[in-house]
């Protein structure tokens, strides 16, 4: 089990935050340790002084998959949530500018709060 997200995908947003809007996508990996469910407390954390949160769609793969087709990949999809991703952006902004990978800003307990599962 694990978290795929894709980064940059709404070019508003990308912008107020002065990102490039990737030709391709961009994918981050939160840990299950992020998974909260609905109803759940998100925690803010001691180590920002800056926490964001996006609501996101969040889509449930029922079976397990690897270089699926393209035409197939749907048949994978178990149902939606709604989801929030939650970032300690002043985190995020240091390890940018150090260029070092900003993991720790988006991987932290509580920080992907999922809400109730919609199958397809």
């Known amino acids: 089990t694990k978290i ?11 912008a107020e935050l002065g990102n490039n809007i990737p030709s391709e996508p961009f994918y981050f990996i939160k840990p299950t340790t992020c998974y909260v469910e609905d109803g759940g407390n998100i925690i803010y954390p001691d180590i920002t002084n800056n926490l964001h949160h996006e609501l996101e769609l969040g889509v449930i793969i029922g079976k397990k998959m690897s270089k699926v087709p393209k035409e197939e990949v749907m048949s994978h999809v178990a149902g939606y949530s ?4 939650v970032t300690c952006r002043d985190l995020q902004e240091k390890c940018k500018a ?5 993991s720790i800003s988006k991987c932290l307990d509580t920080h992907c709060a999922v809400g109730p599962f919609y199958p397809c």
């Open 4 to 14: 795929i997200c894709i980064g940059r995908n709404y070019a508003k947003h990308a």
């Open 82 to 85: 709604v989801t929030i991703d």
């Open 98 to 102: 150090e260029r070092k990978p900003w």
